[in-house]
């Protein structure tokens, strides 16, 4: 079951490898396991979407 469509916040663990966009536009390649990183650019925890649904 794919979670492409959904929103992941800083900190959760990634489900389904593959690119992200967080709010501000950033961008990170991402395997499933790993942890949903802080935004790139502020630092701050953000949220995340699978670069596929946009």
């Not at 966009?21 to 699978?50: E, M, R, Y």
Request: aromatic content about 6%; some cysteine.
């Amino acid at each position: 079951m794919s979670n492409a469509g959904h929103r992941h916040r800083s900190g959760e663990k990634v489900t389904e490898s593959g690119h992200y966009i967080d709010n501000d536009g950033g961008h990170v390649v991402l395997q499933a396991g790993d942890t949903f990183p802080n935004c790139p650019k502020s630092g701050k925890a953000t949220t995340w979407k699978h670069e596929s649904t946009l």
